[in-house]
């Protein structure tokens, strides 16, 4: 939660550079905390907000869009939690905004269809605006995930059309009566970030999957490593078992020298690797010819026990 919070303090200083950013960015605090109720012929636009960063982003932004100094009013939510209510009362004069606001959707269907040519917004700074006040990024020390939550399945659909829209492979489930767009990929979260803004975070973000990629590769390294000892070992320990059985039915007098001088190495430096052996034998045999001595002593050992077999049956 503690990076979560960074990340939205960081974001919510950001100002954006233009109208079109500041229309992206106010759309989402609109569409996913706006409430606009209409009474005696008055239209009042009211968004509630829990964060004070955040709320200031909301004010800026209504100030820039609008023209206007809304009212901010403080209060407790039911869970006793501080939340600040920004309410503006809407004239004739601001229904040209709303209109092209609407615009963005097409109302004519049960379905609001996003439009992807609309160039009346950002849709970056509206991806921004929509993380400020419903998304979640976990610490990436710990596993990556992010996530914007919303209440109904058609703006769920929006804003994965829009990560999608940027090749960010979302993914969309319910839970806890919610509505979930999340992403889970290290890569497509690194690359959100950018997209919004979040350069401290960017860092930060890139630094721990550094390490974690620097981690994991010496991890499988060291597995790797282990695999092969392990395999080293037990193939030794069977090379020893078979020249023990050559010693104790022939002798390592009675087969060829070139077999009897790898077998007195393997017996020297019980468990050494190929490569070891090799500088035993001062590189005069390589590792494949230790390999095929020792694989000629296995089956020597194999025809010696087949042969006793034999003769006991």
């Not at 106010?26 to 012929?41: E, R, S």
């Not at 060291?222 to 020249?243: G, R, W």
């Amino acid at each position: 939660m503690l990076f979560s919070y960074r990340v939205k303090n960081e974001l919510a200083r950001i100002v954006p550079k233009n109208v079109y950013e500041q229309r992206g960015e106010l759309l989402a605090f609109l569409q996913l905390k706006g409430k606009i109720a209409k009474k005696d012929k008055k239209t009042t636009l009211t968004i509630i907000l829990e964060d004070p960063a955040i709320t200031r982003t909301a004010y800026n932004l209504i100030k820039q869009v609008f023209k206007i100094h809304p009212v901010v009013k403080t209060g407790h939510l039911s869970n006793n939690r501080k939340h600040y209510t920004i309410e503006m009362s809407l004239t004739k004069g601001y229904e040209k905004i709303f209109q092209e606001f609407n615009q963005v959707y097409d109302q004519s269907i049960k379905e609001r269809r996003f439009s992807l040519n609309n160039d009346l917004f950002s849709k970056a700074t509206y991806l921004r605006g929509a993380f400020l006040v419903n998304g979640f990024i976990s610490d990436p020390e710990k596993m990556y995930h992010l996530e914007i939550s919303v209440n109904d399945e058609i703006e769920a659909n929006f804003i994965h059309i829009l990560f999608n829209y940027y090749h960010l492979n979302s993914r969309v489930s319910f839970w806890k009566k919610k509505w979930l767009v999340y992403l889970k990929k290290g890569d497509s979260i690194f690359e959100f970030l950018r997209l919004i803004g979040s350069q401290n975070a960017l860092l930060y973000y890139q630094d721990i999957r550094a390490r974690k990629d620097v981690v994991n590769t010496v991890n499988r390294l060291v597995n790797c490593e282990t695999a092969n000892l392990d395999k080293t070992i037990f193939s030794a320990v069977e090379q020893l078992h078979k020249i023990d059985i050559i010693e104790k039915k022939v002798g390592l007098q009675n087969i060829p020298p070139k077999l009897v001088k790898v077998a007195k190495i393997r017996k020297k430096l019980p468990y050494a690797s190929l490569r070891e052996m090799v500088e035993e034998a001062g590189y005069e045999i390589s590792k494949s010819g230790i390999y095929h001595r020792l694989k000629k002593i296995s089956e020597i050992a194999d025809e010696l026990l087949q042969s006793q077999k034999t003769l006991n049956s």
